[in-house]
């Protein structure tokens, strides 16, 4: 960029849409059963929401709906990009019984442990 004496306009470009991905905050919880998944995806709704699953990858991503607002950003902390994150899955979940909802902007993805690597009581015999 050459750099000139001329003095710039106060006025602000505004930056077309991208279709770059950020990656969105998760918390992962393991219980008896097997895992949670939470991840907030703000402005995307179940609409917006595609997962996928290929062998033990699975992929989650999530566009936001972009509702245009009449008038000039003067500040914008919040990136206009969609969701994308991927994650290489623990061979001993059982994915038929992967299951997801999505409430208020957050994704919740119940993972279940097969059933051949839970623990199970053993019963001794005479």
């Not at 995806?41 to 997962?51: Q, R, S």
């Not at 290929?54 to 709906?65: A, N």
Request: charged residues 35%; proline residues 8%; hydrophobic residues 35%.
């Amino acid at each position: 960029m050459k750099a000139t004496a001329q003095k710039e306009s106060p006025r602000k470009e505004e930056r077309a849409p991208t279709l770059d991905y950020v990656a969105p905050e998760v918390n992962i919880y393991e219980t008896l059963e097997g895992y949670v998944l939470e991840a907030e995806m703000p402005g995307v709704n179940k609409d917006g929401l595609e997962i996928t699953l290929e062998g033990t990858e699975i992929t989650i991503v999530g566009r936001r709906g972009q509702d245009p607002v009449a008038g000039e950003p003067l500040l914008r902390e919040r990136q206009p990009a969609d969701f994308r994150r991927v994650f290489e899955l623990d061979p001993a979940i059982d994915t038929g019984r992967i299951s997801a909802k999505m409430h208020q902007g957050v994704l919740t993805l119940t993972l279940p442990k097969s059933e051949r690597v839970k623990p199970r009581k053993i019963t001794v015999s005479d």
